[in-house]
């Protein structure tokens, strides 16, 4: 089983949510026709592919690791922690390829230190980063089963958001249209949720979503309502479809 619970959908790249996202992220430039993940230049620098996410440290751990306090972590068959470029920021959420060197033995250090765990991810110390289409990214980081919990509709708007940990896949969250009042609050029992966050359960929803905060949509969100990260409540998306005007 691979790490972090990762999960690979080959599908299309022909539907319209693969389109719209594909719009936000193409380049003039021709795609190289490679595998998503790790590959070495023979003569080059090393090359890592896959989707640019927050890195989901606390300010404690990202100082505990020598990385930079609200940082990036790229996300494909393996996950890395980025250093060394200060352009990160205008590729959240897009499927990128980086250039650059991998820190040989930083997880084992930092493992063997005992000061802070490493997520299971290793460090990569970026020199150049090159788009890719949103469909060179065909997979998504998300649960392996459907979770179990109670069927939703939700209509509002997608945000991206800070992850709250490296391996909780918390991207996305929807603001209510309708807000409402979770009476099961186990900390604040009645409290109003205005915001949940979203799993996406394939790469088709996962390419929709991320259109939605680029092209700043509200969708109808489908999917199951279910207990998440610190007493939270999260929803892992079955269908997202743009709302009629």
Request: charged share 20%.
């Given at each position: 089983?691979?790490?972090?619970?990762?999960?690979?959908?080959?599908?299309?790249?022909?539907?319209?949510?693969?389109?719209?996202?594909?719009?936000?992220?193409?380049?003039?430039?021709?795609?190289?026709?490679?595998?998503?993940?790790?590959?070495?230049?023979?003569?080059?620098?090393?090359?890592?592919?896959?989707?640019?996410?927050?890195?989901?440290?606390?300010?404690?751990?990202?100082?505990?690791?020598g990385l930079p306090e609200g940082g990036y972590q790229l996300l494909s068959q393996t996950a890395y922690f980025l250093k060394g470029s200060d352009t990160l920021k205008a590729y959240l959420g897009q499927c990128i390829t980086l250039s650059g060197q991998m820190q040989e033995g930083w997880q084992q250090e930092q493992e063997q230190s005992g000061e802070q765990t490493t997520y299971n991810r290793g460090l990569f110390v970026v020199d150049e980063i090159h788009p890719q289409?949103?469909?060179?990214?065909?997979?998504?980081?998300?649960?392996?089963?459907?979770?179990?919990?109670?069927?939703?509709?939700?209509?509002?708007?997608?945000?991206?958001?800070?992850?709250?940990?490296?391996?909780?896949?918390?991207?996305?969250?929807?603001?209510?249209?309708?807000?409402?009042?979770?009476?099961?609050?186990?900390?604040?029992?009645?409290?109003?949720?205005?915001?949940?966050?979203?799993?996406?359960?394939?790469?088709?929803?996962?390419?929709?979503?991320?259109?939605?905060?680029?092209?700043?949509?509200?969708?109808?969100?489908?999917?199951?309502?279910?207990?998440?990260?610190?007493?939270?409540?999260?929803?892992?998306?079955?269908?997202?479809?743009?709302?009629?005007?």
């Amino acid at each position: 089983m691979l790490p972090l619970l990762f999960t690979f959908y080959l599908l299309g790249c022909g539907g319209s949510a693969d389109r719209s996202a594909e719009e936000q992220t193409a380049t003039d430039t021709a795609q190289r026709e490679s595998p998503v993940g790790t590959g070495l230049n023979v003569d080059g620098p090393t090359q890592i592919t896959g989707l640019l996410q927050t890195s989901g440290l606390q300010p404690h751990e990202a100082k505990a690791l020598g990385l930079p306090e609200g940082g990036y972590q790229l996300l494909s068959q393996t996950a890395y922690f980025l250093k060394g470029s200060d352009t990160l920021k205008a590729y959240l959420g897009q499927c990128i390829t980086l250039s650059g060197q991998m820190q040989e033995g930083w997880q084992q250090e930092q493992e063997q230190s005992g000061e802070q765990t490493t997520y299971n991810r290793g460090l990569f110390v970026v020199d150049e980063i090159h788009p890719q289409l949103y469909s060179y990214c065909h997979y998504t980081d998300t649960l392996l089963t459907q979770p179990q919990g109670r069927e939703i509709t939700y209509n509002g708007q997608v945000e991206r958001m800070q992850r709250p940990a490296p391996d909780i896949a918390y991207d996305y969250q929807l603001r209510l249209q309708k807000p409402y009042r979770d009476e099961n609050n186990p900390v604040a029992p009645g409290s109003l949720v205005h915001t949940l966050p979203l799993i996406p359960g394939s790469f088709e929803v996962l390419s929709t979503l991320e259109a939605a905060v680029r092209q700043d949509k509200q969708l109808r969100i489908e999917g199951i309502q279910h207990q998440g990260y610190a007493e939270s409540q999260a929803v892992w998306v079955t269908a997202a479809d743009s709302l009629a005007l």
